[in-house]
């Protein structure tokens, strides 16, 4: 199973972005799908998850302005970021809760990191 994420960038702050993830490979089934986000120095933290049936939760501090969504037949989770802030700046990585194909077990996957600039 492999994540690839993309849209990162720099962005002004006030500005948007959007971020996507696709998992492909093996896959039977996938639970939550999330992003989470690591600046030098920290721990990586949650930024918002999202459940299969669509449940959502978000780190505080974006509440208002991150969407998560996900498309189930591709796979793919999305972070629509609107009015960026400089402290948003981070490396953002995905992680996806999957069944393999033919397994009884989910684990959890992550994607490479892709970088977010907010900066004047």
């Known amino acids: 199973v492999q994540l690839q994420a993309s849209g990162g960038g720099l962005v002004q702050p006030g500005g948007s972005l959007r971020l996507s993830c696709a998992a492909s490979?093996?896959?039977?089934?996938?639970?939550?799908m999330g992003w989470y986000r690591q600046t030098p120095g920290k721990q990586r933290e949650l930024v918002a998850d999202?459940?299969?049936?669509?449940?959502?939760r978000y780190k505080d501090s974006v509440k208002g302005r991150f969407t998560i969504s996900r498309d189930n037949a591709k796979n793919t989770v999305y972070l629509q970021m609107n009015s960026l802030k400089p402290e948003d700046t981070a490396v953002y990585y995905c992680?996806?809760?999957?069944?393999?194909?033919?397994?009884?077990?989910?684990?959890?996957?992550w994607g490479p990191g892709t970088q977010v600039t907010v900066s004047s």
């Open positions: 999202i459940g299969s049936g669509d449940s959502t």
């Open positions: 992680n996806a809760n999957v069944r393999r194909r033919g397994g009884l077990r989910y684990s959890d996957y």
């Open positions: 490979g093996s896959i039977g089934a996938i639970n939550v």
